[in-house]
């Protein structure tokens, strides 16, 4: 794995968040690619905090990343807090947007892995009206698994051939930290991005927040609305005791979070 380029950090239960923009996050990601050594990006908020505090495999996950970038105006928010005044949101979607948007970052290969073909075949066509051409390495589509499975070694070495320059991971929290954390050395090369729904937002297949409540701190109220199924249980459960990690960290006291 390769360093971070001393980008400054802060702190939340052990894992060091990059207080770092979106322009910035998309330079260090294009230079970790130039280096073709193997490096993953968790694309961090609330949710991945609560389920770094739970589970163990989920926060070594973290601490091994190359970035925690701050996906959740709550982080950037500590971040500020903290004196980290440069610190921006880095949403999924966000960065991929940014990320394609550039012709040089279009000429790195991209791999995406995630969601089923339809999505991707959507999300590439998507892309391309939206910013052009760019290098497409190729795309697989896993089946169903719980967090922490073991890709196939027949996967991995599809992967590989493929030689990407950024491996884009459409999966949920904390399944693609989990399966950047145990197969980004295994491929060899390549930055890994946990990019979560960015793959159904830019494909249209999920709307969007409207931008005012992305940077209100309230998006995942529209997203409950969005998928109440789905996530009732997710927020209920990460909203208050993220609350109170974020207050705890601001105080700065040591009080174990309410389990």
């Known amino acids: 794995m390769i360093s971070n380029f001393a980008i400054p ?34 694309v961090t908020g609330a949710h991945g905090i609560i389920e770094s505090v739970y589970n163990e495999n989920v926060r070594h996950a973290h601490k091994d990343a190359f970035l925690v970038v701050p996906d959740g105006m709550p982080l950037v928010w500590l971040g500020r807090i903290l004196g980290r ?8 979607v966000d960065l991929m947007e940014a ?4 012709k040089e970052y279009r000429n790195l290969r991209h791999y995406f892995y995630g969601c089923n073909p339809s999505v991707i075949s959507t999300l590439v066509n ?11 390495a190729g795309s697989y589509s896993p089946p169903m698994q719980p967090p922490g499975f073991s890709e196939s ?7 590989r051939e493929a ?4 491996i884009w991971v459409g999966l949920s929290t904390p399944k693609q930290e989990l399966w950047l954390q145990m197969h980004m050395k295994k491929i060899g090369r390549g930055v ?7 793959f159904e937002f830019l494909s249209g297949k999920l709307p969007q927040a409207p931008r005012w409540i992305q940077y209100s701190g309230f998006e995942w109220l ?4 969005m998928e109440p199924k789905r996530l009732f249980r997710r927020y209920c459960f990460v909203v208050p005791r993220f609350a109170w990690l974020f207050l705890q960290r601001v105080l700065n006291t040591q009080h174990p979070i309410v389990r």
């Open 192 to 198: 890994g991005i946990g990019a979560g729904a960015a």
């Open 99 to 102: 990320m394609f948007s550039r």
């Open 126 to 136: 998507a892309i391309e009206t939206r910013f052009g051409p760019f290098n497409f």
């Open 153 to 159: 070694e027949d996967v991995i070495s599809r992967i």
């Open 85 to 92: 005044k440069s610190i921006g949101r880095v949403r999924g």
């Open 222 to 225: 529209f997203r409950l609305a």
């Open 9 to 42: 950090s802060f702190d939340i239960v052990g894992i060091d968040v990059a207080a770092i923009n979106l322009s910035d996050a998309c330079e260090a990601i294009a230079k970790a690619a130039d280096s073709r050594l193997p490096a993953y990006v968790t």
């Open 163 to 166: 030689a990407p320059d950024i």
